[in-house]
């Protein structure tokens, strides 16, 4: 196993990192695929109910964005163990405090603020990867951190709750989501390592100030950078827009819900998503290296997440409760979620190396902003074109970034001006090969 994560560009010195990473998102994702329903359930309305993922989201762009540029100036480890530390107090307060108060704005408010907490922890290590890891293998290597995120925020942080949920009911089972936080919180201090540059040190305020706004700056002067961060945008708009829609359209009569699936089973389909990304993540960070960065994005990714948009919404309307069938719409989500691997790299190229910490932070911001993008469209729009209205509007934006992909041609090591690989060229395979990209 640790000769695979070589091969894929992954030094030993990172690998339990990785692994933080998929146990504390385990913790961050376990109530994602009920939360919507619970709230209903409690009295609340669906807008309020998908409210609370859309706001969530807003916090988690601002935590995404500072993120890169935060690791880059104070170190790594310390924002992570931050990022952690912050998700795991709010969430006793939400827990504790706001949900059995039953006040919709104290919910709101503290949900919205652990929100900032889980970008600090796994985006921070991003800027680690970009400063271990060779920019040859770094799409490779990104595929596997995205393997880790799916493993926990997908596959734990659906299947579990969906077996513990039916034993101790919904909001008990909101409490099995600390163990994992704490556990990858303690995994970060001992075996995360620090950062080869820290470019804080000696840094006036002012110019501290600086740097962290360049995240959001370079997407104004940075042409190529925007692009990509809009494609990054759209890229998991299910991820974070169907866990909202779809309890309440599959397993409840809300809004015109057809209520052919129980709760648990919804959580098992959705959850089968992320046991397709622990392979594709990896396998189209390999395959992007090899084969070119943009067209298996343009194709695998947004083709692919068009016609898997609307696919769950009409299969079980055409099929029925059929599981067999919505776990084939599963699978077409699942392999075009993760055919984006290479935009990070693509964006730190665009930026040059002086300016590595500001792209990794608008990417960091894109995948933030998604977060809040996806429930965002469903609670604008669900009340006006229901639910059939909602998926075609996510169709129609991953057909907006294939489009969008036509723009991007970044010079990919191996690849000639127009993409096509250099059969003379050998790329750089050493997985121990380190270069320092900042």
């Excluded at 961050?28 to 359930?41: H, N, R």
């Excluded at 709101?108 to 290590?125: D, E």
Aim: with cysteine.
């Amino acid at each position: 196993m640790i000769r695979l994560l070589e091969r894929l560009g992954v030094p030993k010195t990172l690998m339990l990192g990785f692994l933080a990473v998929a146990i504390f998102m385990t913790g961050d994702g376990f109530e994602l695929t009920f939360l919507t329903k619970y709230m209903v359930d409690q009295g609340f309305s669906s807008s309020q109910a998908s409210l609370l993922i859309t706001v969530y989201g807003l916090f988690s762009a601002l935590g995404g964005w500072s993120a890169g540029v935060l690791a880059e100036m104070f170190g790594a480890r310390k924002v992570m163990l931050f990022g952690a530390s912050w998700w795991i107090g709010i969430h006793l307060l939400f827990l504790g405090v706001a949900l059995p108060s039953g006040m919709y704005p104290l919910i709101l408010g503290l949900y919205a603020l652990r929100g900032i907490g889980y970008p600090l922890f796994i985006y921070s290590f991003v800027v680690l990867m970009a400063q271990y890891i060779s920019p040859s293998r770094l799409a490779s290597a990104t595929g596997f951190f995205w393997t880790c995120f799916s493993l926990g925020i997908g596959v734990f942080g659906a299947y579990l709750p969906s077996f513990v949920m039916p034993l101790v009911g919904e909001y008990r089972t909101f409490w099995f989501a600390l163990p994992f936080s704490i556990l990858g919180t303690i995994m970060c201090f001992f075996f995360v390592p620090k950062n080869k540059v820290v470019k804080g040190e000696g840094l006036s305020r002012k110019e501290q100030l600086k740097e962290l706004t360049e995240g959001a700056t370079i997407l104004v002067t940075n042409r190529k950078i925007l692009i990509c961060a809009v494609i990054r945008i759209i890229n998991n708009l299910l991820l974070y827009g169907f866990p909202v829609i779809m309890p309440l359209y599959l397993s409840s009569t809300h809004n015109g819900g057809i209520n052919i699936f129980r709760t648990e089973e919804w959580m098992r389909i959705w959850g089968f998503v992320f046991v397709v990304t622990l392979i594709f993540n990896t396998f189209w960070g390999w395959f992007m290296d090899r084969f070119g960065w943009v067209w298996p994005m343009r194709w695998f990714g947004c083709a692919v997440l068009a016609v898997g948009s609307v696919a769950f919404y009409y299969i079980p309307r055409w099929f029925g409760a059929n599981m067999l069938m919505m776990i084939v719409a599963a699978i077409i989500v699942g392999i075009g979620t993760c055919a984006f691997s290479s935009l990070p790299t693509i964006m730190t190229l665009y930026a040059g190396k002086e300016k590595q910490g500001a792209a990794l932070s608008a990417y960091n911001l894109a995948a933030g902003l998604t977060t809040f993008a996806g429930p965002g469209i469903a609670t604008i729009f669900l009340p006006l074109l229901g639910y059939e209205g909602v998926c075609w509007i996510y169709a129609g934006l991953y057909i907006f970034a294939f489009v969008l992909t036509l723009f991007i041609r970044p010079k990919q090591p191996g690849f000639d001006a127009r993409g096509h690989r250099i059969r003379e060229a050998k790329v750089e395979i050493d997985p121990l090969q380190v270069e320092k990209t900042v």
